[in-house]
Protein backbone atom coordinates (compact mmCIF):
# COMPACT_ATOMS: atom_id res chain seq x y z
CA UNK A 1 0.00 0.00 0.00
CA UNK A 2 1.07 3.69 -0.84
CA UNK A 3 -0.63 6.25 1.06
CA UNK A 4 -0.46 10.07 -0.76
CA UNK A 5 -1.08 13.33 0.74
CA UNK A 6 -1.17 16.80 -1.24
CA UNK A 7 -0.45 20.65 -0.17
CA UNK A 8 0.02 24.09 -1.12
CA UNK A 9 -3.05 24.60 -2.63
CA UNK A 10 -4.97 27.59 -2.38
CA UNK A 11 -6.31 30.94 -3.84
CA UNK A 12 -4.37 32.93 -6.16
CA UNK A 13 -4.52 35.77 -8.98
CA UNK A 14 -4.29 35.02 -12.90
CA UNK A 15 -0.76 35.33 -13.48
CA UNK A 16 0.63 34.00 -10.02
CA UNK A 17 2.34 30.83 -9.08
CA UNK A 18 1.97 27.95 -6.57
CA UNK A 19 3.84 24.82 -5.95
CA UNK A 20 2.28 21.77 -4.80
CA UNK A 21 3.49 19.14 -3.12
CA UNK A 22 2.63 15.63 -2.64
CA UNK A 23 4.05 12.85 0.00
CA UNK A 24 4.35 9.41 -0.28
CA UNK A 25 4.65 6.75 2.28
CA UNK A 26 4.24 3.03 2.87
CA UNK A 27 5.63 1.02 0.17
CA UNK A 28 7.15 3.78 -1.75
CA UNK A 29 9.85 1.10 -3.15
CA UNK A 30 6.93 -0.49 -5.32
CA UNK A 31 6.51 3.37 -6.76
CA UNK A 32 7.18 3.18 -10.87
CA UNK A 33 5.78 6.61 -11.64
CA UNK A 34 4.37 9.49 -10.10
CA UNK A 35 1.47 12.15 -11.65
CA UNK A 36 -0.63 15.17 -11.03
CA UNK A 37 -4.54 15.24 -12.25
CA UNK A 38 -7.24 17.95 -12.23
CA UNK A 39 -10.94 17.92 -12.13
CA UNK A 40 -12.58 21.27 -12.53
CA UNK A 41 -16.29 21.46 -12.03
CA UNK A 42 -18.52 19.41 -13.99
CA UNK A 43 -15.50 18.53 -16.29
CA UNK A 44 -13.87 15.17 -16.40
CA UNK A 45 -10.52 14.53 -14.38
CA UNK A 46 -7.21 15.24 -16.79
CA UNK A 47 -3.85 14.12 -16.49
CA UNK A 48 -1.26 17.16 -16.05
CA UNK A 49 2.09 15.37 -15.53
CA UNK A 50 3.77 12.32 -14.84
CA UNK A 51 7.34 11.84 -13.75
CA UNK A 52 9.43 8.50 -13.83
CA UNK A 53 9.84 7.75 -9.94
CA UNK A 54 13.77 6.44 -10.59
CA UNK A 55 14.48 7.74 -13.89
CA UNK A 56 12.75 11.51 -13.80
CA UNK A 57 11.65 11.14 -16.97
CA UNK A 58 8.24 13.26 -17.44
CA UNK A 59 5.88 14.32 -19.31
CA UNK A 60 3.04 17.13 -19.69
CA UNK A 61 -0.11 17.87 -20.69
CA UNK A 62 -0.25 20.47 -23.68
CA UNK A 63 -2.26 22.81 -21.56
CA UNK A 64 0.35 23.37 -18.95
CA UNK A 65 3.70 22.84 -21.14
CA UNK A 66 5.93 25.69 -20.34
CA UNK A 67 4.31 26.76 -17.25
CA UNK A 68 4.16 23.94 -14.60
CA UNK A 69 7.22 21.63 -13.52
CA UNK A 70 7.11 18.34 -12.17
CA UNK A 71 9.81 17.43 -10.20
CA UNK A 72 10.54 14.70 -7.35
CA UNK A 73 12.61 14.09 -4.42
CA UNK A 74 13.14 10.22 -3.48
CA UNK A 75 15.04 11.15 -0.30
CA UNK A 76 11.91 12.43 0.92
CA UNK A 77 9.60 10.65 -0.85
CA UNK A 78 7.93 13.69 -2.22
CA UNK A 79 6.79 15.01 -5.94
CA UNK A 80 5.99 18.59 -6.79
CA UNK A 81 4.38 20.47 -9.39
CA UNK A 82 5.31 23.76 -9.75
CA UNK A 83 2.34 25.72 -11.41
CA UNK A 84 4.03 28.99 -12.85
CA UNK A 85 1.60 31.96 -15.02
CA UNK A 86 -1.55 29.86 -13.67
CA UNK A 87 -4.71 31.07 -15.74
CA UNK A 88 -8.38 30.86 -14.76
CA UNK A 89 -8.97 27.55 -16.45
CA UNK A 90 -6.34 25.83 -14.35
CA UNK A 91 -9.00 25.87 -10.96
CA UNK A 92 -9.74 22.32 -10.30
CA UNK A 93 -8.50 19.91 -7.71
CA UNK A 94 -5.57 18.58 -8.12
CA UNK A 95 -5.25 15.15 -6.92
CA UNK A 96 -1.66 13.01 -6.92
CA UNK A 97 -1.31 9.48 -7.64
CA UNK A 98 1.05 6.78 -7.74
CA UNK A 99 1.57 3.85 -10.55
CA UNK A 100 3.57 0.52 -9.24
CA UNK A 101 5.33 -1.89 -11.14
CA UNK A 102 2.63 -4.32 -10.69
CA UNK A 103 -0.27 -1.68 -12.04
CA UNK A 104 -0.36 -0.76 -15.69
CA UNK A 105 -2.36 2.51 -14.72
CA UNK A 106 -2.10 5.02 -11.63
CA UNK A 107 -4.03 2.77 -8.83
CA UNK A 108 -3.16 4.76 -5.18
CA UNK A 109 -4.48 8.65 -4.97
CA UNK A 110 -4.43 11.38 -2.49
CA UNK A 111 -7.08 13.39 -1.15
CA UNK A 112 -6.63 16.15 -3.77
CA UNK A 113 -6.01 19.79 -2.84
CA UNK A 114 -7.89 22.80 -4.48
CA UNK A 115 -6.19 25.76 -6.52
CA UNK A 116 -8.47 28.72 -7.40
CA UNK A 117 -6.92 31.51 -9.72
CA UNK A 118 -9.36 34.44 -9.67
CA UNK A 119 -8.63 37.65 -11.79
Known sequence: QVQLVESGGGLVQAGGSLR?????????????????????????????????????????????????????????NTVYLQMNSLKLEDTAVYYCAAQTYASANYVYWGQGTQVSVSS
Open 20 to 76: LSCAASGRTISIYRMGWFRQAPGKERESVAGIGWSTGHNYYADSVKGRFTISRDNAK
